[in-house]
T-cell receptor, first 114, second 115 residues
Framework: AQSVTQLDSQVPVFEEAPVELRCNYS??????LFWYVQYPNQGLQLLLK??????LVKGINGFEAEFNKSQTSFHLRKPSVHISDTAEYFC????????????FGRGTSLIVHP | DSGVTQTPKHLITATGQRVTLRCSPR?????VYWYQQSLDQGLQFLIQ???????AKGNILERFSAQQFPDLHSELNLSSLELGDSALYFC??????????????FGSGTQLSVL
């Protein structure tokens, strides 16, 4: 079975500082990896995804993530955050263990302070 | 706007009751997924329908059922409601059904409160 662990439930950061949100997955086979963002009172929307190829994936709003197979990680980064990045971020994995349904992590709340 | 419409936005009901949540997928999307989001369980997959047929089942209770109609909208029926069923229920849609590599488009959710 596939699973996702988001190590931090909450990450506070000051505006214009860099941020990294951590995600580790568990699967014995190759996987597809995703990061979704949920703004207050909205549904989730896709930030970026890794299917194959280059391990560095660029997404919307200046976010990027790096797939590391040896460490089974897919950490999300942004070099300089804005107040508007305050939201809940979800890492998801699919295909691992034969399941094609995305399994989501518990989420990380990014709080950007002025 | 994701293009996925969920109604109602809020639902307050009592234990033992039955409710129906409705979802209209994005135009052209054939798959509908239902997820339950709660503080203690996170985002849990319930069930997926593809072009009218059940495609995958997750942690869905026997008191819950769903269906997808010919016009591709879907309904999630929750019966014999318990306090623990209080949660945010999301519907998502995608173009295909089994690739695993597809982007899901989420609705804004239905907040269910069971009192």
């Amino acid at each position: 079975a596939q699973s996702v662990t988001q190590l931090d439930s909450q990450v506070p950061v000051f505006e214009e500082a860099p941020v990294e949100l951590r995600c580790n997955y568990s699967s014995s086979v190759s996987v597809y990896l995703f990061w979704y963002v949920q703004y207050p009172n909205q549904g989730l929307q896709l930030l970026l995804k890794y299917l194959s190829g280059s391990t560095l994936v660029k997404g919307i709003n200046g976010f990027e993530a790096e797939f590391n197979k040896s460490q089974t990680s897919f950490h999300l980064r942004k070099p300089s955050v804005h107040i508007s990045d305050t939201a809940e971020y979800f890492c998801a994995v699919s295909k691992g263990g034969g399941s094609y349904i995305p399994t989501f992590g518990r989420g990380t709340s990014l709080i950007v302070h002025p | 706007d994701s293009g996925v419409t969920q109604t109602p936005k809020h639902l307050i009901t009592a234990t033992g009751q039955r409710v129906t949540l409705r979802c209209s997928p994005r135009s052209g999307d054939l798959s509908v997924y239902w997820y339950q989001q709660s503080l203690d369980q996170g985002l849990q997959f319930l069930i997926q329908y593809y072009n009218g047929e059940e495609r995958a089942k997750g942690n869905i209770l026997e008191r819950f059922s769903a269906q997808q109609f010919p016009d591709l909208h879907s309904e999630l029926n929750l019966s014999s409601l318990e306090l623990g069923d209080s949660a945010l229920y999301f519907c998502a849609s995608s173009v295909g059904g089994a690739g695993g590599n597809e982007k899901l488009f989420f609705g804004s959710g239905t907040q269910l409160s069971v009192l």
